[in-house]
């Protein structure tokens, strides 16, 4: 009888050994899960990181060429702006001779929908547009350049009370100099890039230059 009950007791113990080993393999599969969706996440969030690094550089690029190509011969689409024709915008070369309207972050809402876009500037790829190609086939670059005015300026010379002016001292030597000159002024203008990449990312970049009229 004792035997009996000893082998009985035994079975039982071994019986529950087995739930707490099946409930300890339950908790690590759990955490083994919760791991690898940590990592995955982990590895998402690097790639985008990754191609939202490219996409800035790819705008950096981008503005460096319109602004050099506005400041000297013209527009990439062949417009032609000069120094004699800033005060009209110009659809075809994506130049508005005032401000654009803006969201709270600074950016053209002409950047942000398509529609209004197409009212200020000329969408598409060359020949048809003025977007520029990206690096790869799935990135496409889009951009849009307007004049700090509040007013198209009656004359060629844009002055402070319509246009933010940006002024300073020559610089060089200091012999001579006659502080009470006041120095040369320029129109301040301002480039705005939108870069749409893979996985529905996107960058924005913004900066300004001044160009004398």
């Known amino acids: 009888m004792m035997n009996r009950l000893k082998f009985s007791s035994a079975a039982r113990q071994h019986g529950v050994v087995l739930i707490f080993a099946l409930i300890v393999l339950l908790i690590l599969a759990i955490g083994a899960v919760a791991v690898l969706r940590s990592v995955n996440t982990s590895l998402l969030n690097a790639g985008n990181l990754a191609f939202h690094r490219d996409l800035v550089n790819q705008a950096e690029q981008a503005v460096s060429s319109v602004m050099t190509e506005f400041k000297t011969t013209g527009l990439p689409a062949g417009a032609g702006i000069t120094t004699t024709n800033t005060t009209a915008s110009l659809q075809a070369a994506n130049y508005s001779a005032t401000a654009l309207p803006t969201n709270a972050q600074g950016v053209p809402l002409a950047l ?11 969408p598409g790829l060359a020949p048809a547009g003025n977007d520029l190609p990206g690096a790869t086939p799935d990135v496409t670059i889009r951009y849009i350049i307007d004049r700090l005015c509040t007013a198209v300026p009656a004359t060629v010379i844009a002055t402070s009370s319509t246009c933010v002016q940006s002024t300073g001292l020559p610089t060089g030597g200091t012999a001579n100099r006659n502080t009470a000159v006041a120095p040369p002024s320029a129109t301040v203008y301002r480039i705005s890039v939108r870069v749409d990449g893979p996985r529905n990312t996107q960058a924005f ?9």
């Open 112 to 122: 942000l929908d398509n529609a209004a876009f197409a009212l200020v500037a000329t």
């Open 205 to 213: 970049l913004q900066t300004t230059f001044t160009k004398p009229d």
